[in-house]
């Protein structure tokens, strides 16, 4: 597994969480992320943390981008990894400019897979492969 696809990992544990908790995002980063040297150590990747602000800053407009595209749920109705997992995704599709959208639409996938429904992975492709296609439409 790539640092990159650990660092995903880590930001679908924390999102998952804040979500479920109704916690705020930037402060249970702050909770989780212990550098100092013991067996509580659990510093966060760098990419982790650049997601989550990220995500934390853009959440609205990507909230707003699911319950547009994710035809057929509401964004309540949606299982909370699978909303979590968009949200990474569409954060990622968006504004890390830096990574092809077939790549972050396949780590998406491979999450899907690993932690959701089996029919999970192929509904987020659907929302994911639309985004991508429109995203120079979209007024971010």
Do not use: C, F
């Not at 150590?41 to 934390?56: D, F, Q, S, V």
């Not at 990622?92 to 429904?117: C, F, P, Q, R, Y």
């Amino acid at each position: 597994m790539s640092a990159r696809s650990k660092a995903r990992k880590q930001t679908l544990d924390l999102l998952y969480e804040s979500d479920i908790r109704g916690s705020d995002l930037l402060e249970l980063l702050t909770l989780r992320d212990v550098e100092e040297e013991g067996p509580d150590a659990r510093p966060m990747r760098e990419y982790t943390k650049a997601l989550i602000e990220g995500i934390h800053t853009h959440k609205r407009k990507i909230d707003e981008l699911i319950s547009t595209y994710a035809q057929g749920w509401d964004m309540d109705r949606l299982p909370a990894v699978d909303r979590n997992i968009l949200r990474l995704g569409i954060y990622e599709i968006l504004w890390a400019t830096d990574l092809d959208d077939a790549i972050v639409i396949d780590e998406a996938l491979t999450l899907a897979k690993d932690l959701s429904t089996d029919e999970s992975a192929g509904y987020i492709h659907g929302v994911l492969g639309r985004i991508a296609s429109i995203k120079s439409s979209l007024s971010l």
